[in-house]
């Protein structure tokens, strides 16, 4: 069935240093992706999202890349900082047939910890 | 910044209660879910609404029920609470139109029930 997992379930990194964090996905047909993240106590917030029709997007210190060949997806985040500590998942959603629209489908999660 | 609420945050129940978790967002937004999400694990899809009157499972079975009367208001009922049920449920909603967009989700009501 449809999948989403990270490859690696946590990551420590020194603050100011950049992190990767990678996700794959099983489901050929998603076309949109959204990388959470998600404080300890608080909901997923979102931080960027891609769709299938690009291979990389950027935000403010943030970068998503997509490769479709091997259904790979990863966040990119420049000078990271004590604050970005948290569990950030990867979700995925496929718009098939216009019935399945917002809903999404959760990887496991990535522990991020900064290291001042 | 939250312009979706849930309540309580924190709820302790006995088993065989019956209990109601509150959503609410103001954002106008059409379609609502709730996600149940067990502490450092993946979020799964419990129910979701696409409008007002319009209910639908998701992806994980549950007992629970969900109503949709009003458009801001998406309550998640229990009518016989069971350790089994303990979790944390995330309410979400997202713009209304065609296409997908990105879930704005409430902080969450973590629940046990002893």
């Known amino acids: 069935g449809e999948s989403v997992g990270l490859h690696l379930p946590t990551l420590s990194v020194q603050e100011g240093d950049n992190s990767i964090i990678n996700c794959a996905y099983s489901?050929?047909?998603?076309?949109?992706f959204i990388w959470y993240k998600q404080e300890s106590g608080k909901g997923p917030q979102f931080i960027i999202d891609?769709?299938?029709?690009?291979d990389k997007r950027q935000g403010q210190r943030v970068t998503v890349l997509l490769n479709k060949t091997v259904k790979h997806l990863s966040l990119q985040i420049a000078a990271t900082q004590p604050g970005d500590s948290a569990v950030y998942f990867c979700?995925?959603?496929?718009?098939?047939?216009?019935?399945?629209?917002?809903?999404?489908?959760f990887g496991q999660g990535t522990i991020l910890t900064v290291h001042p | 910044e939250a312009d979706i609420y849930q309540t309580p945050r924190y709820l302790v129940i006995g088993t065989g209660k019956k209990i109601t978790l509150e959503c609410s967002q103001t954002?106008?937004?059409?379609?609502m879910y709730w996600y149940q999400q067990d502490p450092g694990m993946e979020l799964h899809l419990i129910h979701y609404?696409?409008?007002?009157?319009?209910?639908e499972k998701g992806d994980l079975s549950s007992e629970s029920t969900v109503s949709r009367i009003r458009t801001e208001h998406f309550p998640l009922t229990l009518e016989s609470a069971r350790p089994s049920h303990t979790s944390q449920y995330l309410c979400?909603?997202?713009?209304?139109?065609?296409?997908?967009?990105?879930?704005?989700f409430g902080n969450g009501t973590r629940l046990t029930v002893t």
């Open positions: 979700a995925e959603n496929s718009n098939a047939g216009g019935t399945s629209y917002g809903k999404l489908t």
């Open positions: 489901n050929s047909a998603s076309d949109y």
């Open positions: 891609i769709r299938s029709n690009m």
């Open positions: 954002m106008g937004h059409d379609k």
């Open positions: 609404s696409y409008g007002v009157n319009s209910t």
């Open positions: 979400a909603s997202n713009s209304p139109g065609q296409g997908s967009s990105p879930l704005h």
